[in-house]
């Protein structure tokens, strides 16, 4: 895998995300994503029904930021919650 042991630096906000690993970056409207699913560990944002990337909630600041993060996540796209 490419990126492996290099950091992801995403950017979230109200049109969707952008994720940028070295050199490269990736953005994404929330419009294109597939589904979302909350779990005790962080989210997973679907790009298609079999490939998805993962969010762990250690990423966020605070736990408010996370909670932000969800009520976007839940609000912009097809969102369930597992556990």
Known sequence: MPG?????????????????????????????????????????????KSLFEWLPKTAFTSEADYTRFLDLLAAKTKHSKLG
């Open 4 to 48: 492996y042991g290099m950091t992801i630096t995403w950017t979230i906000n109200y049109d969707g995300y952008e994720a940028k690993l070295g050199e490269n970056h990736e953005s994404t409207s929330w419009k294109d994503v597939f589904e979302s699913v909350a779990t005790p560990d962080g989210a997973l944002i679907y790009l298609q």
